[in-house]
Structure formats: structure tokens, C-alpha cells
């Protein structure tokens, strides 16, 4: 079968046809784990960019979407700042974050870009007031640090999914696909039951694990080795993706998330998107992602599948990080359901 | 107490091993010669020349190359031909028992600072960062970096001076040497190869890398707390560094100093180690002093 019949065969089953449903689901909540208030009409998500910059332009497809969603959308001055590859500098970017996650009016916080910055600031964010009152924080990619570092501190999750660069300017000629990735955010933020079922592909490894979904962006999940931020994944169930790095560093990062015990004792493992960079002539490392993965896991006996839209493409689902997930690979095929 | 591997002799053998890229056999012939010509015998392993898609050969045979050179009591000193990468995959297949109890020197640099690490935090073995054998080719093999490596090899106690540069931190300082490829340092973090920087002399440099991940790095370098009990620290060449199409707008210098200009030990910018010819042998594990003045850097083995 060919790739793109699988990612045309990713269905998000949440099914509700109204956006905010009257009963918000929350079972089974985890004593320790605070999962923020769901969405409601009316209510206020605020953007700002710890990360890289990004202009108001590119922000207004996202603001006008979750505007027809229902809810009212802030943003501050980091929209649009610049200091270089930066949105400002290190002082304006924590002094976004820190106000939104502050602000008792904002519920959500959607961050404009990924890019690079969200390390040089997490250690300087007070976390306090957000921890009392938790509020859904989404993005992905340098993202990743925020995921990491607020679920294993603080027990709240967050939504691993497109942020504003991603949504695209013209609904009506966007993809079946793009159209359905940016409603995941929507599913996610009113706490829609959230399910995601993929064709079986041969490279998958069969079984059933459940556990919280931990995960993101490979080369910042290394990064956070050692420090506050450090992803911790023993009985859970981990996701990865990454773009634009040699083969050869894919391996070398896998290497280091196997040695430093991360792949021993998770309940599942899922594969996303690897956009890898192509090896230079005479430099080719001659293994796939399949291979380089399987090789690292191989004496272990969770699930894995490969080839999960999750990542730097299109097909970038959003996805509850810290919230307890049932994987399930057979050869019938893959299903991800959050039953938190 | 840190074990020094016994020096090399007029007569003692060299091995030279690829435990990660591929390495034509003719881009060692100047080393082999070179080697030799400072009065080593040399023997080559399987993997010098050979060669499975980018690496000297597959994972068990670069493996096995590698502990035989380990086990075998005819060799003094083992030489990388040279890094690239694959080091780390077969880091905790290597059975090092024979080796703990004979230790030798074990010399090269970048992929191999995986080695310098895992030998220092496992079992206290000094190690050799140093040029590896493509870098004596070009009729560098005369150079002084070239021939700092054979003063170590056979004991001579280095004595480095190179040139201030305006971004150091002044000051003065001992401690045990470690380091080495900025990547590998982060990349070990938290495996069993993982080192302790505390009370440590620092050195680090890097190569092909965007500044931003360089910066990346370097913060989680910080936040793991490798940057905080340091006694100095010496920045090393940044070869071909790559910037964002949107410019990260700080050299790899600055984004450095930045990290470290609230600490109080002496920190040295531009010194001789690196991908590029300029590349002084530093003895990972092994005590120095750093000497860091206005227009005068010195590295001093004790």
C-alpha cells in the first residue's frame, strides 16, 4: 500500500457535530493529574510565540478559525515582535508567557510558531499560578520543551498540535486532511473523545499498551536530557517525529534515548512523521526509519507503529500529551484512543 | 584516582581502528608513515579501509575490531583513523575487563569523545583527544599539532600557549581535562557514558552545526548543570558553522559568552582544538592548569 493511502485513512472518530458538547468528559482522572477546564463558547484563547517569530498575518487564519469555533482570541505583543530569528527577545518572550499563563481570562494558550527559544526561557517562566489553575497550553515542535517540562512537573497536560503557522489562509481549497488536523485542536480543546485509527503496515509491532502519551519532537526531547525539563517514560506510551536531520543524527538520538533508559519500559511507541535529510553523496547511512527504530527496541515487547500523522507534515494530528492512552497495533491495524 | 596509560617507547605498537566512518586505507598511509617514522610499529585493523554504507564496517565488525586492539597485549596504544559517527552504537558492546587491567592510550577525537567520556566516567582511564590519522595528510604531519601528539605519546608534559582572545574570563585555575565534540557531550548526557563536569576543566568545540542548535546545546549543557561547578572552561574552533535563513544575529562566540559570563572561572575562546589543522592532543582525564590573561592563554599539564 501506498503512503498516501494511509494517511488518507486517518480518521479522527470524534464524531460530535456540534462544538461544544454539554457534558465535557473527563473520566477516569488520575488523582495526581490535573487536566485543565475544557473549552466552552465564549471562551478566550490567548497566542503568543516563545519561540521563533512569526507576524500578525500569519496568526489571522488561526484567529478567524477558532473565532468561528466559538471562542475569542487574544494575542500579545510577541505576535509580530522580531529579534532576529526570535519573537523579541528572551525578557518580551517570557514576559507573553508568563501573562498568559497568569491571566485568570485566558483558557487556552495557542503559540504562534515553533522555530527555536523555548529553552532559553522555560527555567525564568513562575509556574505558580498556572499550576493552581491549569489552562490547556498548544503547539508542537520546540513546543515540545513546554510539554515535557509541564507534564512531568506539574501532572497537567497539553495539546501536542499545529499551532497558528499551520492553519491554513483558505478553508475552502484547503486538503480533506489539513481541514481535519486543524478541527483536532477544536476536538481537543472542548474534550470531544478523541480516537485515531490507522491502516496496519508491515513494519509495525503487534500488541496493546496503555499508558499516558508522552512525547514530541525527537531532537528536544534529547535536549531536555539531564535537566528540570527531562521526559520521563517509563509506563507510558511515547511519540516521536522529527524533520530536516541526517539519518545518522536520528540514530545517534535514539542511541542516547536507549542508553539513558527512555525505550526500556514504555508501554508503546509511536513513530511519526521523519522528514530526514538526505544523505550527502558518499555519506549514505543506508538504513530506514523503520530499521533504525526497530534495531533500538527490538529485545523489548511493546507495541509500535510507524508512520502515525504526527509531525512536521500535514498530517500532524493533535494529540493529548499526559493524558492516558490505549495503544493498539494488530494487523488490522493501529488505534490511539485517549480514555482519560 | 584517575589511571594514566603507560607511555609509548621507541619499539612499542600502535593500532589503528574505525569504530565509526568509513576511512579509505590510502588516507592513513601518511600516519602509518608518520608513525613509524617516530619509531612505532603499526598494525591495522579490519576496519581501515573497509567499509559497509557509511560506516568501517557493521556494527559487530567494527565492534570486534575494536576489542581485539583492546585485548591484545602486543598493542600500546590505540589510534582512531577517524570519527564521523558510530562510536555510540557499539559503545556498550565493548567488554572493557581486559582493558581495566591493562590499560593503554586510547587517541582520537569528535565520534571518539564518546569513548573519552565512557572510559573517564567508568573506570577513571585517561584518554588521548588528538588528531586522528586524515589530519597528517597535506604535509601536515610536520605541523605542531601533529607532533604535540607524539609528545604525548611518549610522556613529554604539554605546555600550550596560544593568544587571548577579547571575549575570556580571566583567571587562574587547576582541575582534571575533559571534553570534546559539543554534540557528543550533549548526546551522552544521562547515558552510562554521561560525565561529571564538577570541578573540572572544560573543554569543548564542534563542527557543521547551525548556531541555533549550538545554543541549544550549550543551554542544555547549562540545565543539566555542567556548566555550574566548572574550575574553567576553554572553547575550542566552531569549523563551518551554518546560520538560519533568518539569522540567529549572535556569532557562536557570543552565544557562548552569554552562557557563561555570570560564572567566576576562567574561560578561553579560540583555542587550539578543533576539526581544523589547529588541534593540540589533550589528555581527557589527566590534570592542567589554565592560565587565562589579557594576551596570554596557557594550558600546562601538571
Redesign the interface.
Known amino acids: 500500500m501506498n503512503r498516501k493511502d494511509f494517511l488518507s485513512a486517518v480518521i479522527p472518530l470524534a464524531t460530535a457535530t456540534t462544538a461544544f458538547p454539554k457534558t465535557i468528559i473527563s473520566n477516569k482522572k488520575n488523582s495526581s493529574k490535573k487536566i485543565p477546564p475544557y473549552l466552552n463558547k465564549g471562551d478566550l484563547v490567548g497566542i503568543t510565540c516563545p519561540s521563533?517569530?512569526i507576524s500578525m498575518e500569519e496568526c489571522t487564519a488561526a484567529i478567524n478559525k477558532m473565532k468561528e469555533w466559538g471562542f475569542e482570541v487574544i494575542t500579545d505583543d510577541t505576535v509580530g515582535a522580531k529579534?532576529?530569528?526570535f519573537a523579541g527577545t528572551d525578557a518580551q518572550r517570557i514576559s507573553g508567557f508568563q501573562k498568559m499563563i497568569d491571566d485568570p481570562k485566558i483558557n487556552a494558550i495557542m503559540l504562534g510558531r515553533g522555530g527555536?527559544g523555548a529553552?532559553?526561557i522555560i527555567?525564568k517562566i513562575d509556574f505558580t499560578k498556572f499550576n493552581k489553575n491549569p489552562k490547556w497550553i498548544i503547539g508542537f515542535s520546540d513546543a515540545t520543551v513546554f510539554h515535557c517540562h509541564i507534564n512531568h512537573n506539574f501532572g497537567i497536560p497539553t495539546i501536542h498540535s499545529k499551532m497558528c503557522n499551520s492553519f491554513p489562509d483558505d478553508f475552502s481549497t484547503a486538503t480533506q486532511s489539513q481541514i481535519e488536523t486543524i478541527d483536532s485542536i477544536r476536538q481537543c480543546l472542548v474534550g470531544e473523545k478523541m480516537k485515531y485509527e490507522r491502516l496496519p503496515i508491515a513494519e509495525n509491532r503487534a500488541g496493546k499498551g496503555i499508558g499516558d502519551l508522552v512525547g514530541g519532537n525527537l531532537s528536544i526531547i534529547?535536549?531536555?536530557?539531564?535537566?528540570?525539563?527531562?521526559l520521563h517514560t517509563e509506563g507510558k506510551i511515547l511519540f516521536i517525529e522529527d524533520v530536516g536531520e541526517y539519518a545518522?543524527k536520528i540514530?545517534?538520538?535514539l542511541?542516547?534515548l536507549k542508553?539513558?533508559n527512555k525505550l526500556s519500559k514504555l508501554k508503546g511507541l509511536v513513530v511519526g512523521e521523519f522528514r530526514i535529510k538526505p544523505?550527502d553523496a558518499g555519506?549514505?547511512?543506508?538504513?530506514t526509519i523503520y530499521e533504525i527504530v526497530m534495531e533500538k527496541v527490538q529485545e523489548y515487547h511493546y507495541p509500535v507503529c510507524f508512520d502515525f500523522p504526527v509531525g512536521h507534515v500535514r498530517e500532524n494530528y493533535a494529540l493529548k500529551c499526559g493524558m492516558k492512552h490505549e495503544l493498539t497495533v494488530s494487523d488490522k491495524g493501529t488505534i490511539l484512543e485517549c480514555i482519560d | 584516582m584517575i589511571t594514566i596509560p603507560p607511555y609509548l617507547k621507541p619499539g612499542n605498537t600502535i593500532g589503528i581502528v574505525c569504530p565509526a566512518g568509513y576511512m579509505p586505507f590510502e588516507k592513513a598511509q601518511t600516519c602509518i608513515e608518520t608513525l613509524t617514522a617516530w619509531g612505532f610499529k603499526v598494525v591495522v585493523g579490519k576496519t581501515l579501509g573497509n567499509q559497509f554504507n557509511y560506516f568501517s564496517g557493521t556494527d559487530q565488525e567494527r565492534c570486534d575490531d575494536l576489542q581485539r586492539m583492546l585485548d591484545d597485549d602486543q598493542i600500546d596504544a590505540i589510534l582512531c583513523g577517524r570519527g564521523g559517527y558510530g562510536t555510540g552504537r557499539i559503545i556498550d558492546q565493548l567488554d572493557f575487563s581486559k582493558f581495566k587491567k591493562h590499560p593503554k592510550w586510547i587517541i582520537g577525537f569528535s565520534d571518539i569523545t564518546v569513548l573519552h567520556c565512557h572510559l573517564f566516567s567508568n573506570f577513571k582511564i585517561a584518554s588521548m583527544h588528538a588528531p586522528m590519522a586524515a589530519a597528517f595528510n597535506d604535509g601536515e604531519f610536520k605541523n605542531q599539532y601533529i607532533q604535540s601528539l607524539h609528545g604525548a605519546l611518549i610522556g613529554k608534559k604539554a605546555d600550550y600557549k596560544t593568544s587571548g582572545n577579547i571575549l575570556d574570563q580571566p583567571g587562574k585555575t587547576k582541575g582534571i581535562l575533559v571534553g570534546g565534540n559539543l554534540s557528543l557531550l550533549a548526546n551522552v548526557i544521562a547515558t552510562p557514558s554521561d560525565i561529571s563536569t564538577k570541578n573540572k576543566i572544560l573543554f569543548i568545540e564542534e563542527i557543521g552545526e547551525y548556531i541555533y542548535s549550538v545554543d541549544r546545546m550549550m543551554y542544555q549543557l547549562k540545565r543539566s548543570g555542567k556548566l555550574h561547578d566548572l574550575n574553567g572552561l576553554i572553547i575550542g574552533g566552531f569549523t563551518d558553522m551554518k546560520d538560519t535563513t533568518i539569522p540567529f544575529g549572535q556569532t557562536i562566540e557570543h552565544v557562548i559568552k552569554d552562557l557563561v559570563k555570570d560564572y567566576n572561572y576562567p574561560v578561553s575562546f579560540g583555542f587550539p582544538v578543533s576539526h581544523d589543522k589547529e588541534n593540540y592532543a589533550l589528555k581527557v582525564g589527566v590534570d592542567y592548569s589554565l592560565k587565562v590573561e589579557k594576551d596570554l592563554v596557557e594550558l600546562k599539564e601538571l
Do not use: C, I, L, P
Request: charged fraction near 30%; aromatic fraction near 16%; hydrophobic fraction near 25%.
Open positions: 521563533g517569530h529579534d532576529f530569528t527555536y529553552v532559553r527555567d534529547q535536549m531536555m536530557d539531564g535537566s528540570a525539563s527531562n545518522y540514530d545517534g538520538m542511541w542516547n542508553r539513558s544523505d555519506e549514505e547511512f543506508g538504513k
